[in-house]
Structures are given as structure tokens and as C-alpha cells.
């Protein structure tokens, strides 16, 4: 009896494990896509992965309170936030998530927050900024339970594993960004890998190696600003398409996505047409997707796509009582 139920423990942990049947599969929402630079139609860099009823948002942009509510999504329910790096694009939209969700909607608890050395600090100088509200708008319905914010630290390895949904983190390279840090996202024998900010990786391509998607940033200029002197630096902290298509090549997800897009001078489409011609000439022919903010990713046995859902039928959020239909 215990050798068969040895034998078939064995044979289940070696297999991947396929999402429970009548269980949502794994959701990645882009919310937002662009860099710090201001387009017409891209907010700040962040990302929200649901699997298992479980929501994990990644870096907070510029404006990412307004895209989980227009995402359907109530600001009021993020309580996990992992950032990959301290430049400010990354949590430039914390502190309106951090206070708007807590005295408008009723939200009763704080976060839990990962990120690299030197967050601790960043979060008591957004308290202290903030020390306004801190001390008169907590009341009786508004609790100052609900502004705590634990913050861990962020190193190589495991940071987070919860009822089966698992996080790491990997150093990446990125320059005057580090220590910067890309996560794979891992549930039910599915993979997310989130690059973060960084060059070329070896690390990026190990933890990507056979993942269903990869959220991959890429930077690329009009011919006019890629020979400017003052521009390589940037261009050498980011994933150039070629080098995209490189790392693509070698760990080869299921579906490549294109999101923290950085384009300065290019506009829409001439960016996302040169992008994707030059990861193409570089010789990658897998799947690959422009991003555009809010679009959404189902992880079953493949990849789909939705498109942003329309924004007409949106109802205000302005109270705790609220729900989305
Ligand atoms: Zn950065």
C-alpha cells in the first residue's frame, strides 16, 4: 500500500500540475505600458497576475489606481505589490493607491511590499509626505490599520509562496537602476516571467526558459536620437528588440509581450511597425504581442488575448458599498 502510494506521489509530482478544473486559469492584466515618458495612451509601468483568486500587482506607474478601476478591478483589494527597482517610474502611482482606495473605499488593510534595498526608506518618506493624512483622516470608518505597510526585502531566490502560488526574484542588469530585480510567477504548472528594467540577462533567459509568457521591456529611438551620444546610456540599460529577440530565442515562451515600451520621439504605429520589424531581423519567429494598456492574458493550455475592455458601460467608484457588475 505504501510502495502504490509512493509510486503514484512520485509520478504526480514529477508531472506539471494542470489547473483544477472549473478554476479561472491564470490572468495577467498589463495596466500599464509605457516608460516614465508621457504618451497619449500609456500610463506608467505595472502589471497585475491573478491565479488562484490570489492578486499580485508588479510596480506601480504612473496611474495605475486609475487603470485597476478601469480594468475592473477595485483599487480597494490590492494588497501585495512586489517592485523590481527604485526608479521612480516604477512607484510613482503608490502613493494614490496607497491613500485614494483607503479613505474613499472603505479598504481596511495595508500592503505587504517587496522590493530592493532602500524600499524600507522610500516608504517612510512617502509616510512622511503624506503625514498630513496620516494624523486627520483616521477615523472610526477609515482605520490607520489600513495605511500599514510591511516591506521585505527583495533577494535572489523565493520571496513569496502562498496556497500554491509561487514568486521569484532574479537580479537583472540595468545599470544605474540596480539592484533591480525581474520575477517569475509560477501556479498550477504555470509560468509568468516579468523582466523588469534590465539590458541583456543571462538570468532573465534562465528564469524565462519554456515560460507561457513573457512581459519583456524593450526601449528603441527614431535613427535621429539612437546616434546621439547623450542617449546611449539609456539605450544600454534597456532590452533593445534585437536583444529581445535573442533572449526570446533561447528560453522560447509560449508568447513574448512587449510592455515598459520606450520610444521617446516615435509615435504610434511607426514604433510598434520598427519594433516589431526589428525583432523579427534579428531572427525571432515566435509569438509576439505589442502591449497596450489594459490588454489581458489567459494562461490555459495556450496564451489568449483580450483587447481593453471598452470603457462606456465604466460606473463611477466612489464609495465602500460599490461593487463592479
Ligand atoms: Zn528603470
Redesign the pocket.
Known amino acids: 500500500m505504501r510502495t502504490l502510494f509512493g509510486l503514484l506521489s512520485l509520478l504526480l509530482l514529477s508531472l506539471p500540475i494542470p489547473a483544477m478544473a472549473g478554476e479561472p486559469p491564470m490572468k495577467v492584466i498589463l495596466l500599464g505600458t509605457a516608460?516614465p515618458e508621457y504618451f497619449p495612451d500609456r500610463l506608467g509601468p505595472a502589471t497585475l497576475i491573478v491565479a488562484g483568486g490570489q492578486v499580485l500587482l508588479f510596480d506601480c506607474g504612473r496611474g495605475v489606481g486609475q487603470r485597476l478601476y478601469e480594468s475592473r478591478v477595485n483599487p480597494r483589494d490590492i494588497s501585495r505589490i512586489f517592485l523590481?527597482?527604485l526608479?521612480g517610474?516604477?512607484f510613482d502611482g503608490l502613493p494614490e493607491l496607497w491613500m485614494t482606495p483607503w479613505f474613499l473605499l472603505g479598504r481596511d488593510h495595508g500592503f505587504d511590499l517587496w522590493g530592493p534595498e532602500g524600499s524600507a526608506e522610500m516608504v517612510a518618506g512617502m509616510r512622511a509626505m503624506y503625514s498630513h493624512d496620516l494624523t486627520r483622516r483616521v477615523n472610526p470608518f477609515n482605520p490607520v490599520q489600513g495605511l500599514d505597510i510591511r516591506v521585505h526585502k527583495v533577494a535572489a531566490g523565493t520571496v513569496f509562496e502562498h496556497d500554491g502560488v509561487k514568486v521569484t526574484a532574479f537580479p537583472v542588469e540595468?545599470a544605474e537602476?540596480n539592484p533591480?530585480f525581474g520575477y517569475a510567477v509560477e501556479w498550477q504548472g504555470r509560468k509568468v516571467v516579468l523582466s523588469g528594467?534590465t539590458t541583456y540577462s543571462e538570468a532573465l533567459v534562465t528564469a524565462a526558459r519554456d515560460a507561457d509568457l513573457l512581459v519583456q521591456n524593450v526601449i528603441a529611438f527614431s535613427d535621429r536620437l539612437d546616434g546621439k551620444p547623450e542617449m546611449q546610456g539609456v539605450l544600454a540599460?534597456?532590452t533593445t528588440p534585437e536583444q529581445a529577440a535573442r533572449m526570446a530565442q533561447l528560453a522560447r515562451p509560449k508568447l513574448m509581450v512587449f510592455s515598459h515600451i520606450v520610444t521617446k520621439d516615435l509615435t504610434e504605429p511607426e514604433a510598434a511597425d520598427r519594433i516589431v520589424a526589428r525583432t523579427r531581423a534579428a531572427g525571432y519567429a515566435g509569438a509576439l504581442v505589442i502591449g497596450e494598456d489594459r490588454m489581458t492574458f489567459e494562461l490555459g493550455d495556450t496564451v489568449t488575448m483580450a483587447p481593453p475592455p471598452s470603457l462606456e458601460t465604466l460606473v463611477p467608484l466612489d464609495s465602500k458599498d460599490q461593487r463592479f457588475p
Open positions: 516608460g523590481t527597482h526608479h517610474d516604477h540595468h537602476g533591480a528594467d540599460k534597456l
